[in-house]
């Protein structure tokens, strides 16, 4: 399993533009793949999972994943949170 945490920067949070984007991504992968908060985790293949996390700017959330090609996974998921900047790492706070 691989695992990294990040600090939602985005001001309007994980809205369903960005969560979308997540989804089709995620969906790409045979791996199991979630999106967690706190005490929640939620399957991130699913667009109603993530958005009932309810995610906004400052909240810490994790990408995990386990699976036969979750390197990839894990890889291509941490690049889009990046890129489309509705996150920034924060292995600093694992």
């Not at 699913?46 to 995990?64: A, D, H, K, Q, R």
Request: charged share 30%; proline share 1%; aromatic share 4%.
């Amino acid at each position: 399993m691989l695992l990294e945490k990040f600090t939602v920067t985005d001001k309007m949070g994980i809205h369903a533009r960005p969560a979308t984007k997540l989804v089709q991504a995620a969906n790409k992968f045979k791996s199991k793949i979630h999106l967690g908060f706190e005490e929640t985790k939620v399957n991130m293949k699913s667009i109603t999972g993530i958005m009932t996390l309810g995610i906004t700017e400052g909240m810490i959330i994790e990408v995990m994943t386990e699976g036969e090609d979750e390197r990839k996974a894990f890889q291509t998921l941490c690049e889009l949170m990046e890129r489309e900047s509705i996150g920034v790492s924060a292995k600093a706070i694992s």
